[in-house]
């Protein structure tokens, strides 16, 4: 079992994505929230600083710091703006189909040039009519000569319009149980491929979700990751293994962020003729915050560890545990935040709302928490008989005296004799 190791390495891109973070990210926050626009300068201060290289293989341009750095990196944005934290956490979820499921030249072609910046990348497999049935969806890809023809619908594609790369899944084999899916690679510009709806949102308003349309849209077969049809399931749900720690940082992140708020406010805020920080109803709450906090980074730092040193093992049950807790975390301690505020805390003056609207989200995509604790519980039972041995100290009298009730011994009214 693999504990927490933060490398020298991942502490430097955490001490940089701290100064984006005050230095950029908060001071647009609110802006860009009302607006509901991509804040175009965070966006060059990621690529300025090197941060979307973060978790790129160094082999294809990246800086090759791991899971790890990422989390941290997207811990320290969503500590100042969750929109921001997921506007740079959507370019790994991207990107991890082609790391993990890519051919060589798929990964040299794409990855260098997200690692600088060059382009955005964003990640399809959402429908309208297969959100947690993932494997249920209905857009089609059609081999047709040289080529992948796709059409259909997909839904909630974050960063979509900012993005230039897509990596889509779709149908190839409908009649196909355990192969019907493939990822294939769309470029911004390609005929056919629209983006549709602009979704209106509670929270990460600075961050655009949308529908993405595609109409007869003609891709080259190089773009079928993995250069074979039907691997795309399992790329979507390892892609999801390695994204879900950033999911859970994204949460700590505003935890982390809406606690400090709190704490600062109740060391300022007088009632009664004192500071609200001082009175022991509050510092039961900032108490209970700060623990659920520590706990949640102890979670997401292990899950980010176990990607990093390989525990294939751990990794799909570490990364559900640190996304559904993580994110709990965040909507519980957000909420307290906007509590300890009290009215004000209800006011877009305040910028506390704003932690609540954003951490919503988090318990909701890349997987409901409800989807997590699934994947959790399939672990535990696929892994059950570890403990058969247990079978000898649970006694087996119920059992007995339940098999022993026979038609016979029972009274007219069904009662055991
Ligand atoms: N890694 C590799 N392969 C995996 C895997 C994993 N983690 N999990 C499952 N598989 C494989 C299985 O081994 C199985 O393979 P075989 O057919 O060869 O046996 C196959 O995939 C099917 O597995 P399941 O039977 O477990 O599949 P299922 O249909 O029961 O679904 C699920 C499993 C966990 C519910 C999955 O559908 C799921 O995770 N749903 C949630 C979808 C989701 O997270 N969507 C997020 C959208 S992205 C988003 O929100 C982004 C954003 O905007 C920011």
Redesign the pocket.
């Known amino acids: 079992m693999t504990g927490i190791i933060i490398t020298d390495e991942a502490r430097h891109w955490q001490q940089v994505a701290h100064k984006v973070a005050e230095e950029v990210v908060r001071p647009l926050a609110a802006k860009h929230d009302a607006a509901q626009e991509y804040p175009a300068a965070v966006r060059q201060a990621y690529i300025d600083n090197g941060l979307l290289g973060v978790w790129i293989p160094k082999e294809y341009g990246g800086h090759g710091a791991g899971i790890v750095a990422l989390c941290l990196v997207i811990e320290e944005l969503s500590r100042a703006c969750g929109a921001t934290g997921?506007a740079y956490?959507?370019n790994a979820?991207g990107s991890f189909p082609i790391i993990v499921g890519g051919t060589e030249e798929q990964k040299s072609r794409w990855l260098p040039q997200i690692a600088n910046g060059e382009k955005m990348i964003a990640?399809c497999?959402?429908e309208k009519f297969a959100?947690?049935?993932?494997?249920?969806m209905r857009c089609q890809a059609r081999l047709d000569g040289d080529d992948y023809v796709i059409n259909g619908e997909k839904k909630?594609?974050?960063n979509g319009g900012v993005a230039s790369i897509y990596t889509v899944f779709t149908v190839t084999d409908p009649k196909s149980?355990?192969r019907r899916i493939s990822g294939l690679v769309v470029e911004e510009g390609t005929p056919g491929f629209k983006i549709a709806k602009v979704e209106d949102k509670m929270g990460i308003r600075a961050v655009p979700?949308v529908e993405t349309h595609f109409e007869d849209c003609r891709v080259p077969k190089e773009n079928l990751l993995g250069g074979k049809p039907g691997l795309g399931?399992?790329h979507?749900?390892?892609t999801?293994?390695l994204?879900?720690p950033g999911?859970a940082a994204q949460g700590l992140g505003l935890a982390q962020g809406a606690l400090e708020y709190a704490v600062t406010y109740a060391m300022r805020r007088k009632q009664f003729g004192q500071n609200l920080a001082s009175m022991g109803v509050i510092q039961d709450m900032l108490a209970l915050m700060a623990t659920k906090v520590e706990a949640a980074r102890g979670l997401v730092y292990r899950a980010a560890t176990a990607v990093d040193t390989g525990d294939k093992a751990s990794?799909?049950r570490l990364a559900a545990m640190s996304k559904s807790f993580a994110t709990d975390v965040a909507m519980e301690v957000t909420t307290n935040a906007v509590q300890v505020f009290g009215g004000y805390g209800y006011m877009k003056d305040y910028p506390i709302e704003k932690y609540m609207r954003d951490a919503k989200i988090t318990q909701?995509?890349?997987?409901?928490n409800q989807?997590q604790r699934?994947?959790i519980a399939?672990n535990l039972i696929k892994e059950a008989s570890k403990f058969d041995y247990l079978n000898n100290y649970i006694p087996t009298e119920s059992y007995n005296a339940y098999n022993s009730v026979t038609e016979e011994s029972l009274d007219s009214e069904g009662v055991s004799a």
């Open positions: 997921v956490a959507v979820l990640f497999l959402s959100g947690s049935d993932a494997a249920g909630w594609t974050t149980k355990s979700v399931f399992k979507a749900m390892g999801l293994d994204a879900r999911v990794v799909n909701i995509y890349e997987g409901t989807i699934l994947v399939r």
